[in-house]
């Protein structure tokens, strides 16, 4: 029985080589390797009606929205990004002229905040979805504001991929609240007080230090060992 190394570091050209994970979308959005036999993990966003990530600061979190976006992009789909603190993603998002909110944004008026939400979900309609996709960093600093509550209300919207800072998981409403009800995500470097962040416990293989990027994917009820592909390597 051969089983593959997990690298530390991955770049996209060599992921996008691997085969995709049996079981896993062959038309979804590439977000880490892994497996016994190397391959891509892929999130069909639009299908699971969103995405998790989860993990304390430092771990890759950032990292792991700004290559969901950049593959959005290429795809020409209608995303929707925010970033409540300054960023690798907001920089993106800015370069790429995403529609977009930011710190300044959350307590955005309604007029305000339609004309943004409008020019993602008519992209979406153009490329022919029914919804954009929401990316948003550091839900736990948006969930209470005024931005938070109206995403909420338009979440029919949107599909919702959210990061959460690991250790601030745990409400009962929000924006991460309602990317975890996918139960797909990826929980880095999962330590002992947050591994019940999908349901159920990690084994000890799975609880331990890891490099940036390096983590647990959680997909229906099952965890693997993965490490998550960053943007520009």
Known sequence: LRVDVLPSRVTRGRAD??????????????????????????????????????????????????????????????????????????????????????????????????????????????HGTARAV??????ELVNATRLGERLLQVKDRLVVCAAVTASATGGFSGLDVEAKRSQRGILLNPTARAQGIFGGFLGGVLVASRPPGGGVWFEDGRYELVQAVFPGL
């Open 134 to 139: 929401l990316l948003c960093d550091d839900a």
């Open 17 to 126: 080589a691997l085969p995709v994970v049996t079981g896993g979308s062959e038309a979804g959005l590439t977000v880490a390797v892994g497996g016994d036999t190397l391959s891509r993990y892929t999130v069909d966003v639009h299908e699971s009606r969103g995405f998790l990530v989860a993990g304390e600061r430092g771990t890759g979190r950032t990292s792991v929205l700004l290559h969901l976006l950049e593959q959005l992009v290429e795809r020409d789909e209608g995303v929707l990004v925010v970033t409540p603190r300054r960023s690798a993603l907001r920089s993106a998002a800015e370069r790429l002229d995403v529609p977009r909110f930011a710190d300044g944004d959350l307590d955005v008026d309604d007029d305000g905040f339609l004309a943004t939400l409008d020019r993602a979900t008519d992209r979406a309609r153009e």
